[in-house]
């Protein structure tokens, strides 16, 4: 797992312990979004969107899930925190980095400040 040393360094790593997992049927590559154990996600098995745009979860280590939508009126990325009754963790798929846009990384990175 890639340990940012500030908050004004590069923000996704490869990691290379996962595999063979799909996303919408198609492999997904094996770089994630990581920060300090931060995890990115997508629905798996129905694309997920609102406005438009994709929507994303997030989780940091054990901690709460995080629900991510792009707001065009405000121009900026939402965040919510999941209620776990009702969800399951496992109608996710990690989302590669090249699915993750650079304003959501800017969030991600903003909300999980150290």
């Not at 063979?20 to 049927?25: A, E, M, R």
């Not at 098995?45 to 792009?70: N, Q």
């Not at 963790?89 to 800017?106: C, I």
Request: with cysteine.
């Amino acid at each position: 797992m890639y340990q940012l040393p500030s908050p004004g360094s590069q923000l996704a790593a490869r990691d290379r312990g996962l595999g063979g997992q799909s996303l919408d049927g198609v492999p997904v590559d094996k770089a994630n979004l990581t920060m300090n154990g931060l995890r990115v996600y997508i629905k798996g098995d129905t694309a997920e969107s609102c406005g438009g745009c994709p929507v994303f979860y997030s989780r940091r280590d054990d901690g709460p899930y995080y629900r991510w939508s792009y707001d065009e009126g405000l121009c900026e990325w939402q965040v919510s925190r999941v209620l776990t009754s009702g969800f399951s963790p496992k109608m996710l798929a990690l989302a590669t980095r090249k699915k993750v846009p650079a304003g959501l990384e800017k969030s991600l990175a903003s909300h999980y400040e150290d």
